[in-house]
Structure formats: C-alpha cells, structure tokens
C-alpha cells in the first residue's frame, strides 16, 4: 500500500497522485507503462489463462476447475443476460456480458491484493473504455434490430405521450440514452473503486503513522485504524462483486433497452 507518512515525519492524507504514478517501462515513448498500465496487462492475461486452464478439458460430469469456471458463467448467463434479454438474445450477447462482468471484478479485486494494492477501475480510463464498448453494441444491436430511423424514433419518441409532450420529453431522451448512459457506466464504477482506495490508504498509513512514527500511546490509535482498514478490505471485495455485477447488469438493460420498440 502506498504510504501516506512524509520523510518529516508529518502525516499526509493521500491524494489523486495515487492514480498518475510514474513510468516503470519505456518512458517517453508511446508505449509508456505505469504501474496501473503493467497491472491491466497483468489482470487481463490472468484472467484469460486462468480460464483457458480451467476449461481445457471439459467433460460431461466436471472437475473442480470446471465447476467453478461453469458455476460463474451459469450465473453471468441465467442472472443477468437471460434475465434482461430472454434467452435468445441474451445468447446472443452473453459473451459481451461476460466478459464485462469478469473484467471489471477482476480488475476491481486488485485493489487487496498485496504488491498490486490498486483497482485500475479508480482510474477513469479503464471504466470509460468499457462503458464506450456497451454504448456501441448498445447502439449497434438498436439499429439491427430496428433500423436506423425507427431505433431513434423508438428511443427519442417514446410511444404514449401526447406529441405536444415531445418537445420536453425527446430532450430528455437524447440526453438520457445518448449521454447519460455511457457516463453513468463510466463514473459509478471509478468513484466507487476510487473512494475505496483513498480509504484503505487512509487507514493503513494512518496505522504505520500511529505505530512507527510515533509509538507509545499512539500505537492504540494505530491498533484502532488497522482494524478500520481490516473492514473496509472485507468492504471493498463485495464492492468489487456489486460493482461487477452493477456494470454488467446495466448494460444488458441498456441493450434490451435498445433492441425494444417501447421502453
């Protein structure tokens, strides 16, 4: 965990600093790696591994492994796709939901990993990458579905409101399906996972400044912040799960949203 103790020996709070760390690989040039950077890599090639190993020999009657591998995409398919899309769409775009689900928890349950200590979702990137992809297939599976003309008539001039209504209501659709959405995705997710971090920072250098740098008395202080970050580390791995599940459950709604002719 980043140390929030100055070499004075004062105590600062930690900052948004946290989340511009420096270059660690090929810096000044335009593959420039950060630890947030090296962290995504790391996550994202784990994660396809560890899937890979877990269904390299599927059988009909499954191991461990597979059990757990199925156990989880049972849930992402039957939980949040078939719930939201039915089951014949939400086949079609269970990958995508998918794969959401299992990047944005495991790019989340960085943040308790020691030596890794950070969520690259506190970093707006990652999240407005993610939310910009759900927009497009949003859009995308609208316009298939529907046609061009008609999705944006669908979504724009909802079905039931008296016409003179429109001039209030279509600009608040546009603003609600268009801008709203994407931004939503992309800002729940990064202040959620950023808040998070910015108090397990707090807490445990608090603790390292209560027992190291001051001592007696002030190590029971130490001994009262380290239990404080004890609970938010418990915290921040359902907030890892929710947050997950949240993005992906959105953007299964905002599809079906999309491929429906009233909403």
Known sequence: ML?????????????LEEFYPPAVLFAGTPFELNRIMIIRILVSLLLVLLFVWL?????????????????????VRKGIAYDMLGKKDGDRF??????IFLSVFALNITGIIPF??????????M???MALVAYVVMIGAGIKAQGGGQYLKSQLFPAGVPK??????????????????PLSLTLRLTFNMLVGHLLLVL????TQYFIVELGGAWAAFGALTFIGGFAFTLFEILVAILQAYIFALLTA?????????DH
């Open 3 to 15: 140390l929030a103790a100055s070499e004075g020996g004062g105590f600062h709070a930690p900052g």
């Open 55 to 75: 269904l390299r020999n599927p059988k009909l009657v499954p191991g461990r492994g597979q059990s757990i591998a199925e156990m989880v995409l049972d849930f």
């Open 94 to 99: 269970f990958p995508l939901i998918a794969v």
């Open 116 to 125: 890794l200590n950070i969520s690259s979702n506190a970093n707006i990137g």
């Open 127 to 129: 999240p407005l990458v």
């Open 164 to 181: 003179a209504m429109y001039l209030l209501v279509t600009p608040i659709e546009a603003v609600s399906t268009f801008i709203a959405r």
């Open 203 to 206: 807490c445990f250098a608090a």
């Open 253 to 261: 709604a905002y599809i079906q949203l999309s491929v429906s002719q």
